[in-house]
């Protein structure tokens, strides 16, 4: 059973910079095809980011050269840097990780962190 804890939101000015953190524990981080999505009250959530096993990374075209998802296997733990940010991405942030155990994917979900971004 993998937990993980997201770290990093807060309050910025449009045009800022924050680095969102999610360590994982009590599975087998590397082999963890991990994400970041976000939610806003009444929408759903949305995926922003993802990170494979391999290193590949995808993003939402609304983030794409603003948004940087990385990840350190040492430390267990998956980043998303967001530069430039806008009013927009105010949201909720949450960190996902998702792994084959004995046939079956297992999905993880962290408690989310709230990024508010002002004009």
């Known amino acids: 059973q993998a937990q993980l804890v997201e770290s990093g939101g807060g309050l910025v000015q449009a045009g800022g910079s924050l680095r969102l953190s999610c360590a994982a524990s009590g599975s087998t981080f590397s082999i963890m095809t991990m994400r970041w999505y976000r939610q806003t009250p009444g929408k759903q959530r949305e995926l922003v980011a993802t990170i494979s096993s391999d290193g590949s990374t995808t993003y939402v075209d609304t983030v794409k050269g603003r948004f940087s998802i990385s990840r350190d296997n040492a430390k267990s733990t998956v980043y998303l840097q967001m530069n430039n940010l806008e009013p927009e991405d105010t949201a909720a942030y949450y960190c996902?990780?998702?792994?084959?155990?004995?046939?079956?994917?297992?999905?993880?979900w962290g408690q989310g962190t709230q990024v508010t971004v002002s004009s």
């Open positions: 996902n990780g998702q792994r084959w155990v004995g046939g079956i994917l297992r999905t993880y």
